[in-house]
T-cell receptor
Framework: GDSVTQMEGPVTLSEEAFLTINCTYT??????LFWYVQYPGEGLQLLLK?????DKGSNKGFEATYRKETTSFHLEKGSVQVSDSAVYFC??????????????FGKGTHLIIQP | EPEVTQTPSHQVTQMGQEVILRCVPI?????FYWYRQILGQKVEFLVS????????KSEIFDDQFSVERPDGSNFTLKIRSTKLEDSAMYFC??????????FGEGSRLTVL
């Protein structure tokens, strides 16, 4: 079945450091890929998405590129801030044409940014 | 900004008891979902709901689970006879178009 694997956390960085959170997936066909973020005390929020190979999703300085050849969707940010401290979830959905298919999530990576 | 709200935020119950978790989705959304996360594990899909019926459900969503949209605003998850392994954080989500899901803060269920 479908699965998503993320790097284990917590990941602790200093402010202004470069961030990479690895995500790889296993799925049949052409899934859509997502990164969700959960700030302390809040629900999961969509951070960015990509629906086909080589698409780059970006938002709030974060980027991720859909790499079909390596089945990866790594999250990157050039200079992190304390406010980026949160749990980040990589996810996929099998259907690319809408519908109510469920998302398959990774375990989440807890990111801690120190001032 | 509209948001998905869930109640209760934390519920403690005895094994074998029935539990109802409540969700108020964003008002113009048409797609509704329940997910759960057991501590230290992945966020797992339970069920999706559209047009007043279940669209998809996972293997986890067995006969002890049910969902309902009783009054056009609430979306509930009922667990008929809770087991220890049902202890988890349960997330409700809604979507206008099934693409971007908006999640609630979660309801933590502890089964003793």
């Amino acid at each position: 079945g479908d699965s998503v694997t993320q790097m284990e956390g917590p990941v602790t960085l200093s402010e202004e450091a470069f961030l990479t959170i690895n995500c790889t997936y296993t799925a049949t066909g052409y899934p859509s890929l997502f990164w969700y973020v959960q700030y302390p005390g809040e629900g999961l929020q969509l951070l960015l998405k990509a629906t086909k190979a080589d698409d780059k999703g970006s938002n709030k300085g974060f980027e991720a590129t859909y790499r079909k050849e390596t089945t990866s969707f790594h999250l990157e940010k050039g200079s992190v801030q304390v406010s980026d401290s949160a749990v980040y979830f990589c996810a996929l959905r099998r259907s690319s044409g809408g519908g109510a298919d469920g998302l398959t999530f990774g375990k989440g990576t807890h990111l801690i940014i120190q001032p | 900004e509209p948001e998905v709200t869930q109640t209760p935020s934390h519920q403690v119950t005895q094994m074998g008891q029935e539990v109802i978790l409540r969700c108020v989705p964003i008002s113009n959304h048409l797609y509704f979902y329940w997910y759960r996360q057991i501590l230290g594990q992945k966020v797992e899909f339970l069920v999706s709901f559209y047009n007043n019926e279940i669209s998809e459900k996972s293997e986890i969503f067995d006969d002890q689970f049910s969902v309902e949209r009783p009054d056009g605003s609430n979306f509930t998850l009922k667990i008929r006879s809770t087991k220890l392994e049902d202890s988890a954080m349960y997330f409700c989500a809604s979507s206008e178009n099934s693409w971007e899901l908006f999640f609630g803060e979660g309801s933590r269920l502890t089964v003793l």
